[in-house]
């Protein structure tokens, strides 16, 4: 018996278990410091916007007070200063517009930042937030604003080129009418920049919101994964324990039980222990065990020692060998036949644990068995063996002989154990089987082609040792011998050996028969004799032999003249009958015998030889003529010869007679 552990596998599973929480755990913090960086990252993004705003706010400031200085005294300087002051705006511009197209431009971007005045350190990040957060609210209402506020600078430029414009055509021109218009500029552009700045506080707020519930959801998530799996290892642990438990007990119950034999032993054949099981089946006594008297390579016998080299080496690889059998020796020298299966213990190289089960028992019923099928196919009689529903379980080779179907045809189909269209008598036979357990009668059963075989049923029900009904036995002899015989004996005791017509007994019987049904349906019946005319000079002029053929060929046509219902005899020599049932009216009996008297008037060949014959007929009708077969056989006697005795007809009516 093979030495499965069933915790074997449970410390590698904890073990990769407690993998998966440092994993987790460093995901964790991994995940974290991501998170983190990227915060610092999208922060760092925002403030440079916001330091971004600033210096774009203050160039725009600086254009418009270098404008508002040029309109109170034109000069070169203070419209080049103008123009400086505002390439922060338009540089800006530029980076905006390269990051907006469907491919950003990065390089350009890159370009525009720089030339804005911001710090090459923090351009990077505002390129990221830009390009991944262009959509989202609150970045997208800043990103609008500062469109708006870029259309406002070229407003302003347009405004200055204006200005300046005017002062070339006049020098002396009053520039102050601008001045409002500037104005208006500047209060729109304070307000842009108010809004600006005020959509990125909120994105800022905004973001450090969603990234610190990112986080928090991140990290609650990986935590909770941590507790489950956590939790699952403990259970594990806990579930490997009880196993480890279990598995100490069950074996300590078996060791202790003696349900089988179990002994630790080493390759060199040494036995260490064994429990009273492994003693009892063996013989010895725990004192003989103590003294070590036992090895195991000593109790086995020669043949046996190549399958026990095969087990070492199963288990030196593998840790355990498969069941298999063999045998020892018992102390009394006899042979005891055991299945063992071993495994080496825990740890240990040359020293292991094995299993004994004695097959004694086993072997006694195998050969029993084998026994049982030795006579079941030496069975000249066929044999089916079939389940509680009839379910055919076995044949022999006799019975699939004796019907021609095969085994696979047989195996799994409902068995025939008799054949018969009465149910009252099927009710019979069930009853027999379901009281008695046994029925045996003459039946037939069906063969592969179709046909039926009579057959010599036996059949018997089955019990196991607790009395209840299991399994149906059946035994059937072919009869068909003497079927055949019995058949063979009845025709020579009923019909006419040259004729094949009823002979004088089936006559009889046939004529009470007909009697009773006419009198029980209250119809009438005719009885017809028929003797040859010329017969006995066929048989002196051309011999018996001949004289035998007309009489077969005379049989014949009696036949043919007759109905299934009727019933054509021959008493011996020329002398014929025939039984006519269910008559309505004698005149029907009349026809029948002049039908019968033009067929036999008519020339036979025998041998190529012509022969003519004639026939008188006598004719009873019941209940007219007769009451009984003895008065109905002596009025068609009667009429007969007088049928013989008128040359004019063939046939006489005996109740005719007696109206004449």
């Keep these: 018996m093979q030495i499965r552990d069933t915790t074997a596998s449970s410390p590698p599973l904890i073990r990769r278990r407690v993998k998966h929480i440092i994993w987790l755990l460093l995901a964790v913090s991994l995940l974290i410091l991501v998170l983190g960086t990227l915060q610092a990252q ?19 400031k600086d254009s418009v007070l270098l404008l508002y200085r040029y309109l109170e005294n034109p000069s070169d300087y203070l419209f080049e200063g103008f123009e400086r002051a505002l390439q922060i705006n338009l540089n800006d511009r530029i980076a905006r517009l390269a990051l907006q197209k469907k491919n950003p431009n990065y390089a350009d971007a890159r370009q525009g930042f720089l030339a804005g005045g911001n710090h090459p350190d923090d351009i990077d990040n505002m390129i990221y937030l830009f390009v991944w957060f262009q959509n989202i609210k609150h970045m997208k209402n800043a990103i609008a604003i500062w469109t708006a506020a870029d259309a406002e600078i070229d407003q302003l430029r347009s405004l200055a080129y204006r200005i300046r414009e005017a002062h070339f055509h006049a020098s002396n021109a009053d520039l102050s009418r601008f001045k409002q218009e500037l104005e208006q500029l500047d209060l729109r552009l304070n307000k842009l920049e108010i809004d600006f700045s005020s959509e990125l506080s909120e994105g800022a707020r905004w973001l450090k919101r969603t990234l610190l519930l990112v986080n928090l959801s991140m990290l609650m998530t990986m935590l909770l994964l941590v507790w489950f799996i956590s939790r699952r290892v403990l259970a594990e642990i806990d579930d490997a324990e009880s196993k480890l438990r279990d598995s100490e007990t069950r074996f300590k119950t078996l060791y202790d039980s003696n349900i089988i034999g179990i002994l630790i032993w080493r390759e060199n054949g040494e036995i260490y222990d064994a429990n009273d099981q492994f003693l009892d089946i063996l013989g010895y006594t725990r004192a003989e065990l103590q003294q070590g008297l036992l090895n195991w390579r000593d109790l086995t016998p020669a043949e046996f020692q190549s399958s026990d080299d095969h087990a070492l080496q199963q288990i030196a690889e593998q840790g355990y060998c498969l069941p298999f059998e063999k045998e020892f020796f018992h102390k009394t020298g006899r042979r005891t036949p055991v299945c063992v299966g071993g495994a080496l213990l825990h740890g240990e190289q040359d020293r292991g644990l094995a299993f004994m089960v004695d097959r004694t028992s086993e072997k006694k019923m195998e050969a029993q068995i084998q026994l049982s099928a030795t006579v079941l196919e030496a069975s000249r009689d066929g044999i089916l063996i079939c389940n509680q529903q009839r379910n055919i379980i076995t044949t022999n080779a006799s019975y699939r002989k004796m019907t021609g179907f095969t085994n696979t045809e047989l195996v799994g189909t409902k068995a025939c154990f008799y054949r018969t269209s009465d149910q009252d008598e099927a009710q019979k036979i069930e009853s027999k089987l379901q009281q008695r357990h046994y029925w045996q009668d003459d039946t037939e059963i069906p063969l592969a082609n179709g046909n039926l075989l009579p057959v010599r049923a036996s059949i018997a029900t ?74 006995k000079p066929v048989n002196d002029q051309y011999g018996h032999a001949i004289g035998d053929e007309l009489l077969k060929q005379v049989a014949l046509r009696l036949s043919s003249s007759s109905r299934e219902s009727d019933t054509v005899g021959r008493l011996g020599g020329d002398e014929f009958v025939m039984i006519v049932e269910d008559l309505n009216d004698p005149d029907y009996a009349t026809q029948i015998a002049e039908k019968i008297a033009h067929q036999l008037q008519q020339p036979f060949t025998v041998n190529e030889q012509p022969i003519t014959v004639g026939c008188s007929i006598g004719i009873a009708v019941y209940p007219i003529d007769g009451k009984d077969d003895v008065e109905l056989i002596r009025a068609a006697d009667i009429a007969m010869y007088a049928a013989k005795g008128k040359p004019d007809t063939h046939y006489y009516l005996y109740s005719g007679q007696q109206k004449n």
């Design 42 to 60: 999208l922060m760092s993004g925002v403030r440079a916007y916001v330091r971004g705003e600033g210096l774009w706010a203050k160039a725009q």
């Design 462 to 535: 089955v019990t196991g040792d607790d009395g209840q009904f299991s399994h149906y036995v059946a035994v059937f002899s072919d009869i068909s011998a003497r079927r055949d015989l019995e058949e063979n004996l009845k025709n020579m005791a009923h019909f006419d050996h040259l004729t094949g017509l009823a002979n004088r007994i089936l006559f009889s019987d046939r004529l009470c028969t007909a009697i009773s049904r006419a009198h029980r349906h209250k119809t009438q019946c005719a009885l017809l004799f028929i003797d040859l005319d010329k017969f």
